[in-house]
């Protein structure tokens, strides 16, 4: 973050200008805060490494795990899973579709609804992507040693599954 300065008659007035530090108040002292900025900083690194290579955002990858985990899943339990709007999971699963990844076959059970799966192309695209996954994380947690990666995941996953 770039320092700003304090104009004279800024600093006097009390006024932040364009030559003002900024001031993050309460924010550094958040976890949700450090927490979003973490996201940023990932979703920045994986932009560089991961999608730049692969055309896939985090979403839609983690969209396909649970596909290729789930062989047959119905839409609406995956819009469950991955916790987003079951309205929504149809421009997803579109976007998967047309790019060949996976496919979706008529519900056995249910005539209103469909089941998805991974094509051969999706399964070859996956295993590529998870790959360049496991690369990303590797390269982004080097500050961390193995032992403090699991603290971290272990720490944080009990912080959402306290708070559903």
């Known amino acids: 973050m770039g320092a700003v300065m304090v104009s004279q008659q800024g600093a006097e007035a009390g006024i932040a200008t364009e030559e003002t530090e900024v001031s993050y108040g309460l924010l550094p002292k958040v976890l949700g805060y450090h927490l979003r900025r973490t996201q940023v900083a990932i979703f920045k690194h994986f932009a560089h490494s991961v999608a730049a290579a692969e055309d896939i955002t985090p979403g839609l990858f983690g969209m396909l795990q649970v596909i290729a985990a789930n062989p047959g899943l119905g839409q609406s339990r995956l819009a469950e899973a991955m916790e ?55 390269e982004f947690t ?23």
């Not at 979706?104 to 790959?131: I, K």
């Not at 080097?142 to 559903?164: F, G, H, I, M």
């Open 84 to 138: 987003v709007d079951r309205s929504s999971i149809v421009k997803v699963v579109n976007q998967l579709t047309e790019r060949g990844l996976i496919v979706r076959v008529p519900s056995l059970s249910d005539r209103r609804s469909y089941c998805l799966r991974l094509t051969p192309e999706g399964r070859m695209a996956l295993r590529r992507m998870e790959q360049a996954i496991l690369r990303h994380e590797e």
């Open 142 to 164: 080097k500050a961390l040693s193995a032992e403090e990666k699991t603290t971290l995941v272990a720490l944080l996953k009990r912080l959402y599954d306290q708070n559903p």
